[in-house]
T-cell receptor, first 114, second 115 residues
Framework: SQKIEQNSEALNIQEGKTATLTCNYT??????LQWYRQDPGRGPVFLLL?????KEKRKERLKVTFDTTLKQSLFHITASQPADSATYLC?????????????FGKGTTLSVSS | DAGVIQSPRHEVTEMGQEVTLRCKPI?????LFWYRQTMMRGLELLIY????????DSGMPEDRFSAKMPNASFSTLKIQPSEPRDSAVYFC?????????????FGPGTRLTVL
Protein backbone atom coordinates (compact mmCIF):
# COMPACT_ATOMS: atom_id res chain seq x y z
CA SER A 1 0.00 0.00 0.00
CA GLN A 2 1.05 3.60 -0.46
CA LYS A 3 2.41 5.30 2.63
CA ILE A 4 4.04 8.55 3.63
CA GLU A 5 5.70 8.54 7.04
CA GLN A 6 7.37 11.14 9.16
CA ASN A 7 9.62 9.21 11.45
CA SER A 8 9.34 11.08 14.68
CA GLU A 9 6.13 12.31 16.20
CA ALA A 10 8.16 14.69 18.36
CA LEU A 11 11.65 16.14 18.27
CA ASN A 12 13.17 18.17 21.08
CA ILE A 13 16.34 20.19 20.53
CA GLN A 14 18.21 23.08 22.08
CA GLU A 15 18.28 26.56 20.63
CA GLY A 16 21.08 27.06 18.14
CA LYS A 17 21.24 23.41 17.05
CA THR A 18 20.17 22.07 13.68
CA ALA A 19 16.84 20.26 13.58
CA THR A 20 16.51 17.47 11.03
CA LEU A 21 13.09 16.05 10.21
CA THR A 22 12.54 13.00 8.02
CA CYS A 23 9.84 12.14 5.51
CA ASN A 24 9.79 8.66 3.96
CA TYR A 25 7.40 7.33 1.38
CA THR A 26 6.65 3.96 -0.17
CA UNK A 27 4.91 2.97 -3.39
CA UNK A 28 4.80 6.51 -4.71
CA UNK A 29 6.80 8.18 -7.45
CA UNK A 30 6.31 11.80 -6.47
CA UNK A 31 6.98 14.59 -8.91
CA UNK A 32 7.72 16.88 -5.97
CA LEU A 33 7.47 17.25 -2.24
CA GLN A 34 6.16 20.17 -0.24
CA TRP A 35 6.82 21.06 3.39
CA TYR A 36 4.35 22.94 5.58
CA ARG A 37 4.45 24.39 9.07
CA GLN A 38 1.44 24.18 11.39
CA ASP A 39 1.08 26.10 14.63
CA PRO A 40 -1.47 25.03 17.27
CA GLY A 41 -5.00 26.07 16.37
CA ARG A 42 -4.05 27.21 12.88
CA GLY A 43 -3.96 25.81 9.37
CA PRO A 44 -0.74 24.61 7.73
CA VAL A 45 1.44 27.20 6.01
CA PHE A 46 3.56 26.41 2.94
CA LEU A 47 7.34 26.58 3.40
CA LEU A 48 9.19 24.92 0.52
CA LEU A 49 8.72 22.80 -2.58
CA UNK A 50 11.37 20.52 -4.08
CA UNK A 51 11.11 18.76 -7.45
CA UNK A 52 12.19 15.18 -8.10
CA UNK A 53 15.14 16.36 -10.21
CA UNK A 54 16.41 18.71 -7.48
CA LYS A 55 18.72 17.37 -4.82
CA GLU A 56 18.49 20.32 -2.47
CA LYS A 57 16.53 23.54 -1.93
CA ARG A 58 17.28 26.34 0.52
CA LYS A 59 15.33 29.25 1.95
CA GLU A 60 16.98 31.31 4.67
CA ARG A 61 17.65 28.88 7.56
CA LEU A 62 15.66 26.09 5.93
CA LYS A 63 17.08 23.35 3.71
CA VAL A 64 15.24 20.46 2.07
CA THR A 65 16.77 17.47 0.34
CA PHE A 66 15.04 14.91 -1.85
CA ASP A 67 16.49 11.45 -2.53
CA THR A 68 14.28 9.48 -4.92
CA THR A 69 16.49 6.40 -4.55
CA LEU A 70 16.04 6.30 -0.78
CA LYS A 71 12.46 7.60 -1.17
CA GLN A 72 13.19 10.18 1.45
CA SER A 73 13.15 13.92 2.04
CA LEU A 74 15.03 15.62 4.87
CA PHE A 75 14.03 19.01 6.26
CA HIS A 76 16.69 20.97 8.16
CA ILE A 77 16.37 24.09 10.26
CA THR A 78 19.77 25.54 11.11
CA ALA A 79 20.42 27.79 14.12
CA SER A 80 17.04 26.79 15.49
CA GLN A 81 15.07 29.22 17.65
CA PRO A 82 12.17 28.73 20.09
CA ALA A 83 9.97 30.44 17.47
CA ASP A 84 10.62 27.46 15.18
CA SER A 85 8.61 25.25 17.56
CA ALA A 86 5.67 23.91 15.55
CA THR A 87 4.48 20.82 13.70
CA TYR A 88 6.04 20.28 10.29
CA LEU A 89 4.19 18.34 7.62
CA CYS A 90 5.54 16.88 4.42
CA UNK A 91 3.22 16.38 1.45
CA UNK A 92 3.74 14.73 -1.88
CA UNK A 93 2.11 14.81 -5.27
CA UNK A 94 2.23 11.42 -7.01
CA UNK A 95 3.81 11.75 -10.45
CA UNK A 96 1.53 9.17 -12.00
CA UNK A 97 -1.70 10.92 -11.09
CA UNK A 98 -2.00 14.19 -12.97
CA UNK A 99 -3.99 16.81 -11.14
CA UNK A 100 -4.25 14.76 -7.96
CA UNK A 101 -4.13 16.72 -4.77
CA UNK A 102 -1.40 16.44 -2.15
CA UNK A 103 -1.06 13.58 0.30
CA PHE A 104 0.15 14.68 3.73
CA GLY A 105 2.21 12.92 6.37
CA LYS A 106 1.06 13.10 9.99
CA GLY A 107 3.75 15.59 10.90
CA THR A 108 6.62 15.94 13.34
CA THR A 109 6.25 18.28 16.31
CA LEU A 110 9.45 20.21 16.92
CA SER A 111 10.17 21.83 20.27
CA VAL A 112 13.14 24.17 20.54
CA SER A 113 14.15 25.04 24.08
CA SER A 114 16.16 28.11 25.04
CA ASP B 1 -6.48 39.63 0.71
CA ALA B 2 -8.06 38.14 3.82
CA GLY B 3 -6.91 34.63 3.00
CA VAL B 4 -9.15 31.59 3.09
CA ILE B 5 -12.16 32.22 5.30
CA GLN B 6 -13.97 29.44 7.13
CA SER B 7 -17.08 29.54 9.29
CA PRO B 8 -17.95 28.70 11.90
CA ARG B 9 -14.65 28.41 13.77
CA HIS B 10 -16.17 26.10 16.34
CA GLU B 11 -19.25 23.94 16.16
CA VAL B 12 -20.70 21.77 18.88
CA THR B 13 -23.68 19.66 17.93
CA GLU B 14 -25.51 16.55 18.97
CA MET B 15 -25.40 13.25 17.19
CA GLY B 16 -27.92 13.08 14.38
CA GLN B 17 -27.94 16.80 13.64
CA GLU B 18 -26.98 18.31 10.30
CA VAL B 19 -23.75 20.29 10.20
CA THR B 20 -22.76 22.73 7.45
CA LEU B 21 -19.24 24.09 7.19
CA ARG B 22 -18.50 27.03 4.92
CA CYS B 23 -15.46 28.19 3.02
CA LYS B 24 -14.54 31.24 0.97
CA PRO B 25 -11.34 30.63 -1.02
CA ILE B 26 -8.81 33.27 -1.98
CA UNK B 27 -10.11 35.32 -4.89
CA UNK B 28 -8.73 34.11 -8.21
CA UNK B 29 -7.78 30.64 -6.98
CA UNK B 30 -8.96 27.78 -9.17
CA UNK B 31 -8.72 24.84 -6.79
CA LEU B 32 -10.41 24.23 -3.47
CA PHE B 33 -9.74 21.41 -1.04
CA TRP B 34 -11.54 20.09 2.03
CA TYR B 35 -9.45 18.25 4.63
CA ARG B 36 -10.14 16.63 7.98
CA GLN B 37 -7.46 16.48 10.70
CA THR B 38 -7.39 14.20 13.73
CA MET B 39 -4.58 13.07 15.99
CA MET B 40 -4.99 9.48 14.88
CA ARG B 41 -5.20 9.93 11.12
CA GLY B 42 -3.49 13.27 10.51
CA LEU B 43 -4.58 15.51 7.65
CA GLU B 44 -6.82 13.65 5.22
CA LEU B 45 -8.12 14.97 1.93
CA LEU B 46 -11.89 14.63 1.67
CA ILE B 47 -12.64 16.20 -1.69
CA TYR B 48 -11.26 18.79 -4.06
CA UNK B 49 -12.64 21.00 -6.81
CA UNK B 50 -11.01 22.47 -9.89
CA UNK B 51 -12.87 25.44 -11.38
CA UNK B 52 -15.90 24.62 -9.19
CA UNK B 53 -16.08 21.02 -10.49
CA UNK B 54 -15.52 18.12 -8.04
CA UNK B 55 -12.50 16.16 -9.24
CA UNK B 56 -11.87 13.56 -6.56
CA ASP B 57 -14.24 12.73 -3.72
CA SER B 58 -12.73 9.36 -2.88
CA GLY B 59 -11.76 10.66 0.55
CA MET B 60 -15.33 11.41 1.59
CA PRO B 61 -15.98 8.88 4.37
CA GLU B 62 -19.52 7.92 3.43
CA ASP B 63 -22.80 9.16 2.05
CA ARG B 64 -23.39 11.27 5.12
CA PHE B 65 -20.81 13.71 3.77
CA SER B 66 -21.48 15.97 0.80
CA ALA B 67 -19.72 19.02 -0.62
CA LYS B 68 -20.75 21.67 -3.08
CA MET B 69 -19.11 24.59 -4.81
CA PRO B 70 -21.89 26.61 -6.45
CA ASN B 71 -19.49 29.38 -7.53
CA ALA B 72 -15.83 30.33 -7.44
CA SER B 73 -16.10 32.13 -4.12
CA PHE B 74 -18.02 29.70 -1.93
CA SER B 75 -18.06 26.06 -0.90
CA THR B 76 -19.88 24.02 1.72
CA LEU B 77 -19.22 20.70 3.40
CA LYS B 78 -22.31 19.12 4.90
CA ILE B 79 -22.58 16.19 7.30
CA GLN B 80 -26.03 14.70 7.73
CA PRO B 81 -26.58 13.02 10.11
CA SER B 82 -23.51 13.79 12.21
CA GLU B 83 -21.88 11.16 14.45
CA PRO B 84 -19.38 11.47 17.34
CA ARG B 85 -16.63 9.96 15.14
CA ASP B 86 -16.95 12.98 12.85
CA SER B 87 -15.40 15.14 15.57
CA ALA B 88 -12.26 16.68 14.08
CA VAL B 89 -10.84 19.91 12.70
CA TYR B 90 -11.99 20.54 9.15
CA PHE B 91 -9.78 22.66 6.93
CA CYS B 92 -10.51 24.31 3.64
CA UNK B 93 -7.60 25.24 1.38
CA UNK B 94 -7.29 26.88 -2.01
CA UNK B 95 -4.57 27.15 -4.63
CA UNK B 96 -3.97 29.03 -7.86
CA UNK B 97 -4.09 26.83 -10.95
CA UNK B 98 -5.22 23.22 -11.10
CA UNK B 99 -1.95 21.40 -10.52
CA UNK B 100 -0.91 19.87 -7.23
CA UNK B 101 2.39 21.69 -7.86
CA UNK B 102 0.84 24.87 -6.53
CA UNK B 103 1.16 25.67 -2.86
CA UNK B 104 -2.02 25.44 -0.89
CA UNK B 105 -3.33 28.20 1.35
CA PHE B 106 -5.25 26.91 4.34
CA GLY B 107 -8.03 28.51 6.30
CA PRO B 108 -8.04 28.58 10.12
CA GLY B 109 -10.22 25.47 10.30
CA THR B 110 -13.53 24.57 11.91
CA ARG B 111 -13.32 22.53 15.10
CA LEU B 112 -16.33 20.22 15.10
CA THR B 113 -17.46 18.39 18.21
CA VAL B 114 -20.34 15.93 17.90
CA LEU B 115 -21.74 14.83 21.26
Amino acid sequence: SQKIEQNSEALNIQEGKTATLTCNYTNYSPAYLQWYRQDPGRGPVFLLLIRENEKEKRKERLKVTFDTTLKQSLFHITASQPADSATYLCALAPANQAGTALIFGKGTTLSVSS
Amino acid sequence: DAGVIQSPRHEVTEMGQEVTLRCKPISGHNSLFWYRQTMMRGLELLIYFNNNVPIDDSGMPEDRFSAKMPNASFSTLKIQPSEPRDSAVYFCASSAGTSSYNEQFFGPGTRLTVL
